[in-house]
């Protein structure tokens, strides 16, 4: 947490753990060309940078029959139980405006070596039309808000003018990157202004069994000035995302980039006897615990062989996994 960071109000012990920000755009523009962003930019040899795969929650993927689930409550079972994706844009919409915002932008990212990479955004509850244009002209290699966001202290709360000052305080970088650094982030600031976004709200959430993945939640508003974002809404911002991440995780399934290293296992082998074996047990319910004891495995052998199941059948989590197991043939 940077030293310009104000604290507003609790954190909910041990679910999040983000950062906090200042106020609106008063930087000299001299003085945001001679520093650079706290964030490493990528080296692409063509100069292009991979885009996130969007998905919207418009078809949710249930579990199977027989998989042992919470029970869903509050805004959670909501979402989980409208008709249809317009009904859940509408719930959406609603209790944003409710605590005095307009827009959620809800995507994952993984972290390598600190430049953070777009891994899929939710476009459901987003801005129209910034969140394509925001990747497109890859402004998150210079936006501040996600470094500033770590998953630690308090969620960051933002205007423009903490943003611009935020850019200022980076270390000394060479003259000339320095100086295309700059003249991005003043760019992405003119386009947040012009799309209406003044202010919000943004926390990071660690990714269970990803030590590098991280899920992103922006709630944005076109209220100038952050003032208005007292402990009240940042409590209220902080269920309203912490809902639709459990929401997503349950029931919206992403889609998943095909990396070299990481290319779907069923095209190159054929699945182990000891893969079905947990494949069936994940079916029946069974925990890794559980798993582990009926086939005679230790728990590391059952961590590396679901590891291995996610990328073969390409999913992130535990229920995906389930969902893809229901259709496997073997």
Known sequence: MNAF????????????????????????????ASRGAALSLP??????AALPLFHADDKPSMPPAGH???HAT??????????DHAARQALMKGRLRSIGFEWLGYGTIE???GFLRPLSFLTSYAHETWGRRYFSQRYHE??????????????????????AQSQCRQPLRPEAEARDIAARQRVLLDELEASGIR???????????????YTFIDLMSGTPGRRWIL???VGRALMLGLSLHEHVSRHVRKPVAAREQDEPLHAKSPISPTQQSILEALLRGLGDKEIAYALGLSSHAVDYHMRQLRRRFGVRNRVQLVSAAADWQP
């Open 5 to 32: 960071a104000t604290l507003i109000g609790p954190a909910p012990a041990a679910i999040i753990r983000p950062s906090l920000f200042a106020q609106r755009r008063g930087a000299a523009p001299s003085a945001m």
């Open 142 to 163: 210079v936006d501040t808000r996600p470094h500033d966001a770590p998953v630690s202290g308090l969620p960051l709360v933002w205007d423009l003018e903490s943003l």
């Open 231 to 233: 402990g009240a809404v």
């Open 74 to 83: 509050g805004l959670v079972a909501e979402l989980s139980d409208a008709p």
């Open 43 to 48: 080296r692409h040899g063509d100069g292009t």
């Open 68 to 70: 042992r689930q919470r």
């Open 199 to 213: 202010s919000g709200i943004s926390f990071r959430l660690a990714t269970p069994g990803q030590m590098h993945e």
């Open 111 to 113: 972290d390598q070596r």
